[in-house]
């Protein structure tokens, strides 16, 4: 097979360029310092080049942190994105306890709707491992934020909790240093405006 029939590219009327590849690409959407600054919470850590928040179980108090971005032009507007976040133990666990994340999320036309004030939860419950049960271990947990009804351009809300585990819950704080947003893409670029 040539390289030629790997690489499958066309241009449409719109000056978008189109690929069949369905490329992975990742962004960082922006984090709301501004709220954590005015509330004086999630409280901020640094654990050598890596700042982050210690997060303890949200309970009505801003526990929480709040990211936003534009859905990418390039995605390819059927796959769901995927909100991924790094964390790691703030002190020693035991093995099998559990922390829970909440993702919710909502997004709108910027200039053409309403602000929701409603949003759609996604939770995701994770269990110390054997082996990494120590301060510092760190996990990566993937949110699925669903396609359906977002469009390339909407403007997308992230919060983050962390909310009460099903089972017997880790004795610390977790701490987020590391969140992005994984999409597929089948656009490689557009017409200038």
Sequence with gaps: MSGASLLSLWRQSSGILYSKLGCKHTLRPDLDFSTVAALGKPTAVVLGAFPGFSLPIHSADNEELFFHTKVP?????????????????AGAETIGDVFKLQVSHAHIVCGGEVVPSGVTDVEVQQAVL??????????????????????????????????AAT???????????????????????????
């Excluded at 796959?79 to 964390?87: A, E, H, I, M, Y």
């Excluded at 403007?155 to 962390?162: D, E, I, T, V, Y």
């Design 130 to 163: 054997t082996d990494r049960e120590a301060q510092y271990d760190a996990y990566m947990l993937e949110f699925a934020i669903p396609a359906a009804g977002m469009s390339v351009g909407d403007k997308l809300g992230l919060r983050l909790r962390r909310i």
């Design 167 to 193: 089972g017997t819950a880790i004795d610390g704080e977790i701490v987020i240093f590391d969140a992005n947003l994984e999409y597929k893409r089948d656009k490689l670029g557009g017409a200038w405006n």
């Design 73 to 89: 032009e390039r995605w390819d507007g059927t796959t769901d994105l995927k909100f991924k976040v790094c964390v790691y133990l």
